[in-house]
């Protein structure tokens, strides 16, 4: 799980909002009533699913997010196979995350009719031919 | 379990995984089976199950 820091205007219903104890799911935005003289400003929040309010950071109004993607740990070799495994792909559909070395999600995949699907990266080349070893 | 208390099953998970060779793919089976029953009771109890389950899933390292 990588993290970022996202402006809490680009926090959408559930976003992952990494907390010091972990992640949690953005619910609903909301907003401190502030004062009627104006002098306390209304403060913007996100309630997660557990009920809990996140402010953002009162400097740069931002919240931190996670960000699911692929691991490096993900990839391994075959046993007398030339190329990597990736370990949490679903044989015949695209896998869902990130390339770990483009960090973009831009994968292609192809069905090879057995438990193992090929995978290739559309971005970085490196890891053009995936095999998935990974059988559901 | 709150959200924070998940993650730290997650995280439990996830060090297994890691410290499994690459091609224990019994063993690795048998955790991602753990995970995806342990997903599948926090997406049951959350407002947003589909959010929940895939999160959670995620912070094991298991996406797709």
Known sequence: ?136 | MTGAEYTRVARKIKERLDALDADNTDGREALRDVAVTVADIYAGTNRMPDTARRAFLAYCGITG
Request: hydrophobic share 35%.
């Open chain 1, 1 to 136: 799980m990588d993290t970022t820091h996202a402006a809490y205007e680009s926090i959408k219903v559930g976003t992952l909002l990494q907390t010091a104890g972990g992640f949690v799911i953005a619910d609903t935005l909301s907003a401190t009533p502030g004062s009627r003289d104006g002098r306390v400003k209304p403060a913007p929040f996100w309630y997660d699913t557990d009920g809990g309010r996140h402010f953002p950071n009162p400097t740069d109004g931002t919240l931190v997010i996670g960000l699911p993607g692929f691991r490096v740990r993900e990839y391994g070799q075959v046993p007398g196979r030339m190329g990597h495994v990736l370990l949490n792909a679903v044989p015949g559909s695209p896998p869902q995350g990130l390339c770990p070395a483009s960090r973009n999600a831009a994968l292609t995949v192809w069905s090879s009719g057995k438990a193992l699907t090929g995978v290739s990266c559309s971005v970085c080349r490196r890891m053009a031919g995936l095999v998935c070893a990974v059988r559901r």
